[in-house]
């Protein structure tokens, strides 16, 4: 398993559906569990360190609320944590991103934006990571983004308007 997907509660599994399609697309084989840092964090730490002995390269926590999941997995760890903050109508995500951006010195969390869109830069970033070590992966994620640039401009193409009185 390349990346461990922790979700604080599964109220958090919908932002994920998107993103864990990329992973699947690109080959990143993946768990995706349920895990609270603060109901469960014995099963956190047990998670987080079978993965490190599987090899295991990214770790994505995905939690709404006070969001402490990244951050206490990332104090269990030495691999690279994503955090992805998921909105809740009570405070918009704003306490989640702020639990995940900012982490005391010394334990370091990469934090996404909110929600599916930053699920699916947690997923990219994680291709990213473990692309250094395969130019497979590498070059197909440089095809994606090739690939973004002809969608720009084909949408570009067919919306472009103009008007001068």
């Not at 398993?1 to 993103?19: A, N, Q």
């Amino acid at each position: 398993m390349e990346t461990l997907i922790l979700l604080g509660s599964p109220s958090d599994k919908p932002v994920t559906t998107k993103g864990l399609q990329i992973l699947r697309d690109f080959g990143v084989s993946f768990d995706l569990r349920v895990a609270s840092a603060h109901r469960s964090p014995e099963l956190v730490k047990e998670l987080v360190h079978g993965f490190e002995n599987q090899g295991g390269e990214t770790c994505i926590c995905v939690a709404g609320k006070s969001a402490h999941l990244a951050g206490v997995v990332a104090a269990h760890t030495i691999r690279p944590v994503i955090g992805v903050p998921v909105y809740t109508p009570e405070t918009a995500g704003f306490d989640a991103l702020l639990s995940m951006g900012q982490m005391p010195k010394g334990v370091p969390v990469a934090t996404m934006g909110l929600g599916s869109a930053g699920f699916i830069n947690a997923c990219l970033f994680t291709i990213s990571i473990i692309g250094r070590k395969s130019p497979g992966m590498s070059q197909k994620l440089l095809e994606f983004r090739e690939q973004q640039v002809r969608d720009v401009v084909s949408a570009d193409a067919s919306e472009r308007e103009s008007f001068r009185p």
